[in-house]
């Protein structure tokens, strides 16, 4: 009763709140308010009332972060902040039931204010998250989740320096304060920014003198595999591009540290762990005293994330794959692609089959490669399907001749069948990097 008339009561007050409760029902719903047997109150579910979907909301941030579902964890935080009008009270009248409650609930609107921060931030939604984490930080100094975070988003913003020079000032005032270093977290995160300092090494990698075609959709994927996965492993016939293929996602890794090992000359499984810590120059790093190649590949490749791609396996299966299981398990942050005609078999080992190119693709990548050979060649777009036949996918075993395409003029040239000279060897004008439109033969191309 004092709570609706604080300053006089009416003559009869319970009168005066039945009427009041029936003008709320004929308002609202004769269902909404009912009654007990101490007065009235109002029949709602707990998200219905603001001060309860505010709790709600907390756990179901918490919940998500917890989960990983940042997206989800910012939705929550996000609903509940829309429920708060303005600030929260400071020195709020305790003989206001409302402003009591909200200043009750103001640590909740703090949790809130966190939550969708370090949602924000772990979107990578840096821009957006450096205000709301300032405010937090301002809050709880000591939070060193939050300062996390602000580190992360400052070095995506102004570089790893400015973050670790802001993680160096917070470690001294918290030496000088306190007598203590910061945490195991905070430390983990000042490791992220030390590697982002070192500068990015692609050891073996070439830049290829040609576009990459048809292939943006198979490099999206086998990036998609590696975070996912220790070991991803390409497979397919020879001549579909898997070498090309492994040069293209070298060159994009999210790794600073990749090193490419071709594999075509080694025939022993035994000799595969040598030559991989030959190629990386273990034995340089070790001394040539050390008999163990894998502690030697694994110095070369440190603790930090790192890619080690192994190309050409067909061969040697089982020593890259033996090699492949004894790096993961020793290392956390090492991914290993590899390619092959077969799969490694690791337990660890995720597949992709690449597949064969389609037929527009197939016939402009011959086309690129014979007009390097004699500039001016085409091949009418009527004739594709006679002329590629069910070769579509692996331009470099393409036999125009035998399927039939009089109009390319592709003649060949039986000596050079014999004696096993490559295509094109002695065209007019050819460069001398040129490719070759097909492995074993001598052809020459003439304009149609």
């Known amino acids: 009763m004092e709570g609706l008339w604080p300053d006089e009561l009416p003559e009869r007050p319970g009168k005066a709140l039945q009427v009041l409760v029936s003008r709320a029902r004929a308002q609202l719903g004769a269902d909404l308010i009912v009654s007990t047997p101490t007065g009235y109150r109002l029949?709602?579910?707990?998200?219905?009332?603001?001060?309860?979907?505010?709790?709600?909301?907390?756990?179901?941030?918490?919940?998500?972060?917890?989960?990983?579902?940042?997206?989800?964890?910012?939705?929550?935080?996000?609903?509940?902040?829309?429920?708060?009008?303005?600030?929260?009270?400071?020195?709020?009248?305790?003989?206001?039931?409302?402003?009591?409650?909200?200043?009750?609930?103001?640590?909740?609107?703090?949790?809130?204010?966190?939550?969708?921060?370090?949602?924000?931030?772990?979107?990578?939604?840096?821009?957006?998250?450096?205000?709301?984490?300032?405010?937090?930080a301002a809050a709880h100094p000591r939070d060193e989740e939050v300062l996390g975070e602000m580190l992360r988003g400052e070095a995506a913003t102004a570089g790893p320096s400015a973050a670790l020079t802001r993680y160096e000032a917070y470690r001294r005032e918290l030496r000088d304060e306190l007598g203590t270093d910061p945490g195991p977290g905070l430390k983990a995160v000042q490791q992220e920014l030390l590697r982002g300092e070192a500068p990015v090494a692609r050891h073996g990698v070439p830049h290829e003198p040609n576009p990459l075609l048809g292939r943006d959709d198979d490099i999206a994927a086998v990036e998609g595999l590696l975070r996912v996965s220790r070991a991803v492993t390409v497979v397919g016939p020879g001549g579909l591009g898997k070498t090309r293929l492994a040069h293209a996602v070298s060159?994009?890794?999210?790794?600073?540290?990749?090193?490419?090992?071709?594999?075509a000359g080694v025939t022993e499984d035994a000799d595969v762990a040598a030559e991989v810590a030959s190629v990386l120059g273990a034995g340089a790093m070790n001394g040539p005293a050390s008999g163990d190649p894998v502690s030697g590949i694994l110095g070369v490749l440190g603790s930090g994330p790192a890619l080690l791609v192994l190309d050409n396996c067909e061969q040697v299966v089982r020593g890259a794959a033996d090699l492949v299981q004894a790096l993961i398990s020793s290392s956390k942050d090492l991914r290993v692609l590899a390619t092959s005609r077969s799969p490694l078999?690791?337990?660890?080992?995720?597949?992709?089959?690449?597949?064969?190119?389609?037929?527009?693709?197939?016939?402009?990548?011959?086309?690129?490669?014979?007009?390097?050979?004699?500039?001016?060649?085409?091949?009418?777009?009527?004739?594709?399907?006679?002329?590629?036949?069910?070769?579509?996918?692996?331009?470099?075993?393409?036999?125009?001749?035998?399927?039939?395409?009089?109009?390319?003029?592709?003649?060949?040239?039986?000596?050079?069948?014999?004696?096993?000279?490559?295509c094109c060897a002695a065209a007019p004008g050819r460069a001398r990097t040129a490719p070759h439109p097909a492995r074993g033969r001598r052809v020459e191309l003439e304009p149609p």
């Open 43 to 136: 029949d709602l579910a707990a998200d219905q009332v603001d001060s309860s979907a505010l709790l709600l909301h907390a756990a179901a941030s918490a919940d998500r972060a917890r989960a990983g579902d940042h997206a989800g964890s910012l939705a929550a935080a996000e609903a509940g902040l829309a429920l708060w009008e303005g600030t929260p009270d400071q020195g709020a009248d305790s003989d206001d039931p409302v402003a009591a409650l909200r200043a009750e609930r103001a640590p909740v609107h703090d949790t809130l204010v966190r939550a969708r921060a370090l949602a924000l931030a772990r979107l990578g939604r840096h821009a957006e998250a450096a205000g709301p984490l300032a405010v937090a």
């Open 251 to 263: 060159r994009r890794a999210e790794q600073r540290l990749v090193y490419f090992v071709p594999l």
């Open 345 to 422: 078999g690791l337990t660890s080992e995720a597949v992709y089959a690449l597949p064969e190119l389609g037929l527009a693709v197939s016939v402009e990548l011959f086309t690129q490669r014979a007009r390097a050979a004699r500039s001016g060649w085409s091949c009418p777009r009527t004739r594709w399907p006679s002329c590629a036949g069910t070769s579509t996918g692996c331009p470099s075993r393409w036999n125009w001749r035998r399927r039939g395409c009089a109009s390319c003029r592709c003649r060949t040239s039986p000596a050079a069948s014999a004696t096993g000279s490559r």
